[in-house]
């Protein structure tokens, strides 16, 4: 395939071949002239329509659906027939569809997915095949590639360890990159590391399709793991690698080992540290109050929560404020209570924000561990976050503790997805008398309060790695920095909400706008930090607004070759 002077694709595809191919199909929009020069004529019914016209059908046919799985499987088939016409679709109806097509349906697609798979899509990368990685890799669809999502399907949102079904995830937030992020789809490479699964359900049914094992770990885990960086290196090396839903033990590990020789990021630790970032900025706009203020809980110390924790502690670095003061700013709790530099068995990075034991020693319970409840009890918490996947756990007494001492909570549930959340919006709207300030990790419905109706912010990391994306493949990126990301936030950050100006994040019917104005700041930020060639801001911009593709379709003409 090649572009001629006036945009036309020429191309070598042609009959039965052009449209089982989903990137080219164009299905009843093809013209008259096009189905002759392709040898179309009898494939498709005679009529031409517009894709507006197929908008109309595919829409009614999504209507019919019973409930969000089947529509979750309608969306993907879809998108393996036609994917001009799926990300329109997707486009028209951005509010309705993005939680179908990813947070929270994807996580039935998740385990459902060897009872829904139709097509393949991406690779599987299996362990057993370890030493055929190479020409696998090889065998990806498209040649050149811009973004690859990768998972081993070991973390998968707040329902664990879902194996071979975890390919749900790269092939989502793929389909993100091209909604949100403008990325070609025929760009974009979903990978999955089949290296088993723990999950006694997944291994006994009859119908799982990946490598029927128990995970490996240790070494020959990390083997594969390098194996499959070493691959990529070599096969794609200008490629930007997100890593997706890894387990706590392998997730920052693999950031940290990777991240200097690699274009490369981990969307749960550095993606939703700046998405909570940009949703903090506007809080404390409406609040008046700046980060060195705050006194910030977060329930969750695994790789999302240190990973805000950092970003935030940067953002009081920012205003000018000392570190050793910031660290006394943070309270992160796990399963065993609050991290305190008297506990043995905190990873270097909770060590970081771990509380000297001295200051905590006597807010120890019966049980010799320091909860939640006695945490806010202790101090005046200003923000309150969870990525726990521990449902409930910010229950009444705990908000109405924080509520006594602060006018504007600032809460954010952040787990998903729905029946995962530490709390539902209602219950922290009610329990505060309508003064929290709130951002969800999953979509939920306005909430209406004594007369008004509170709209809820999703704080859903697609506001930050889809422009990430558009950013390092306009760019030409070769690493994305800490410094990326944060610019990524305050960017967005600088867009106001709803109407009632208390939304904290802006609405996502105007998300396209949105990434290419974060992807503009990103790039430059990518240039300060010496890791993209320097250029103006007009030409950025330029580069980045060419680089965008959009779900339209363009005009065909057959290799002569």
Same mark, same amino acid.
């Given at each position: 395939?090649?572009?001629?002077?006036?945009?036309?694709?020429?191309?070598?595809?042609?009959?039965?071949?052009?449209?089982?191919?989903?990137?080219?199909?164009?299905?009843?929009?093809?013209?008259?002239?096009?189905?002759?020069?392709?040898?179309?004529?009898?494939?498709?019914?005679?009529?031409?329509?517009?894709?507006?016209?197929?908008?109309?059908?595919?829409?009614?046919?999504?209507?019919?659906?019973?409930?969000?799985?089947?529509?979750?499987?309608?969306?993907?088939?879809? /998108?393996? =027939?036609?994917?001009?016409?799926?990300?329109?679709?997707?486009?028209?109806?951005?509010?309705?569809?993005? *939680?179908?097509?990813?947070?929270?349906?994807?996580?039935?697609?998740?385990?459902?997915?060897?009872?829904?798979?139709?097509?393949?899509?991406?690779?599987? $990368?299996?362990?057993?095949?370890?030493?055929?990685?190479?020409?696998?890799?090889?065998?990806?669809?498209?040649?050149?590639?811009?973004?690859?999502?990768?998972?081993?399907?070991?973390?998968?949102?707040?329902?664990?360890?879902?194996?071979?079904?975890?390919?749900?995830?790269?092939?989502?937030?793929?389909?993100?990159?091209?909604?949100?992020?403008?990325?070609? *789809?025929?760009?974009?490479?979903?990978?999955?590391?089949?290296?088993?699964?723990?999950?006694?359900?997944?291994?006994?049914?009859?119908?799982?399709?990946?490598?029927?094992?128990?995970?490996?770990?240790?070494?020959?885990?990390?083997?594969?793991?390098?194996?499959?960086?070493?691959?990529?290196?070599?096969? $794609? *090396?200008?490629?930007?690698?997100?890593?997706?839903?890894?387990?706590?033990?392998?997730?920052?590990?693999?950031?940290?080992?990777?991240?200097?020789?690699?274009?490369?990021?981990?969307?749960?630790?550095?993606?939703?540290?700046?998405? =909570?970032?940009?949703v903090l900025y506007n809080a404390l706009k409406i609040t008046k109050k700046k980060f060195s203020d705050q006194q910030i809980?977060? +329930?969750?110390?695994?790789?999302?929560?240190?990973?805000?924790?950092?970003?935030?502690?940067?953002?009081?670095?920012?205003?000018?404020?000392?570190? &050793?003061?910031?660290?006394?700013?943070?309270?992160?709790?796990?399963?065993?209570?609050?991290?305190? &530099?008297?506990?043995?068995?905190?990873? *270097?990075?909770?060590?970081?924000?771990? /509380?000297?034991?001295?200051?905590?020693?006597?807010?120890?319970?019966?049980?010799?561990?320091?909860?939640?409840?006695? +945490?806010?009890?202790?101090?005046?918490? =200003?923000?309150?976050?969870? +990525?726990?996947?521990?449902?409930?756990?910010? =229950?009444?007494?705990?908000?109405?503790?924080?509520?006594?001492? +602060?006018?504007?909570?600032?809460? $954010?549930?952040?787990?998903?997805?729905?029946?995962?959340?530490?709390?539902?919006?209602?219950?922290?709207?009610?329990?505060?008398?309508?003064?929290?300030?709130?951002?969800?990790?999953?979509?939920?419905?306005?909430?209406?309060?004594?007369?008004?109706?509170?709209?809820?912010?999703?704080?859903?990391?697609?506001?930050?790695?889809?422009?990430?994306?558009?950013?390092?493949?306009?760019?030409?990126?070769?690493?994305?920095?800490?410094?990326?990301?944060?610019?990524?936030?305050?960017?967005?950050?600088?867009?106001?909400?709803?109407?009632?100006?208390?939304?904290?994040?802006?609405?996502?019917?105007?998300?396209?706008?949105?990434?290419?104005?974060?992807?503009? &700041?990103?790039?430059?930020?990518?240039? /300060?930090?010496?890791?993209?060639?320097?250029?103006? &801001?007009?030409?950025?911009?330029?580069?980045?607004?060419?680089?965008?593709?959009?779900?339209?379709?363009?005009?065909?003409?057959?290799?002569?070759?």
């Open positions: 395939m090649e572009l001629d002077q006036d945009s036309t694709i020429v191309m070598k595809l042609a009959g039965k071949d052009l449209i089982s191919d989903p990137i080219f199909n164009k299905g009843t929009a093809f013209t008259d002239k096009e189905r002759t020069e392709f040898e179309l004529h009898g494939l498709l019914p005679p009529v031409v329509e517009t894709l507006e016209q197929q908008l109309v059908r595919a829409y009614e046919a999504y209507k019919r659906k019973d409930d969000d799985l089947e529509r979750h499987i309608f969306l993907r088939a879809l /998108q393996d =027939t036609n994917e001009t016409l799926f990300y329109a679709l997707l486009y028209r109806h951005i509010r309705e569809m993005a *939680p179908i097509i990813y947070t929270p349906v994807v996580a039935q697609g998740c385990i459902y997915f060897s009872h829904i798979y139709r097509r393949p899509r991406g690779l599987f $990368l299996s362990y057993p095949l370890a030493n055929k990685m190479d020409e696998i890799i090889e065998n990806r669809l498209y040649r050149d590639v811009d973004v690859i999502v990768v998972t081993d399907g070991e973390r998968v949102l707040g329902i664990g360890d879902q194996g071979s079904g975890g390919m749900g995830i790269p092939i989502g937030k793929l389909s993100l990159y091209t909604l949100i992020g403008g990325i070609d *789809p025929q760009r974009t490479l979903p990978i999955l590391l089949d290296v088993g699964t723990n999950n006694e359900e997944r291994l006994k049914d009859p119908e799982y399709i990946g490598w029927r094992h128990q995970r490996i770990t240790g070494q020959p885990y990390w083997d594969f793991v390098d194996k499959f960086v070493c691959c990529i290196r070599k096969k $794609l *090396p200008n490629v930007l690698l997100q890593w997706e839903d890894f387990s706590k033990s392998h997730a920052r590990p693999i950031l940290d080992k990777y991240r200097n020789s690699l274009c490369t990021f981990n969307d749960d630790i550095q993606g939703t540290a700046a998405v =909570t970032l940009g809980v977060i +329930v969750g110390a695994g790789s999302a929560g240190t990973g805000i924790s950092d970003y935030i502690l940067a953002a009081m670095a920012a205003e000018g404020m000392d570190g &050793k003061q910031a660290l006394e700013r943070f309270f992160l709790l796990d399963s065993k209570g609050l991290l305190h &530099k008297g506990r043995t068995d905190l990873s *270097p990075v909770q060590q970081k924000f771990a /509380q000297p034991f001295e200051k905590v020693t006597d807010w120890k319970g019966t049980d010799g561990q320091i909860d939640l409840a006695k +945490v806010m009890n202790k101090i005046q918490a =200003t923000i309150l976050i969870g +990525v726990s996947s521990h449902p409930g756990i910010f =229950t009444e007494s705990i908000i109405n503790i924080m509520a006594s001492k +602060v006018y504007r909570p600032i809460i $954010l549930p952040l787990s998903n997805p729905y029946d995962r959340a530490e709390a539902v919006p209602e219950d922290l709207i009610r329990w505060t008398d309508g003064r929290a300030l709130i951002a969800t990790g999953t979509e939920f419905q306005p909430v209406s309060y004594n007369g008004k109706t509170f709209k809820v912010a999703q704080c859903n990391n697609f506001y930050i790695f889809p422009a990430i994306g558009l950013a390092v493949s306009a760019s030409r990126a070769s690493r994305v920095t800490d410094n990326m990301m944060v610019a990524a936030a305050a960017a967005l950050s600088d867009f106001q909400g709803n109407d009632d100006n208390e939304s904290l994040l802006p609405p996502i019917e105007s998300m396209q706008e949105i990434a290419v104005n974060i992807a503009i &700041k990103v790039a430059i930020q990518a240039q /300060q930090d010496g890791v993209a060639q320097e250029m103006s &801001k007009d030409n950025v911009s330029q580069l980045i607004h060419k680089k965008f593709w959009t779900a339209e379709y363009r005009k065909y003409s057959r290799s002569k070759k």
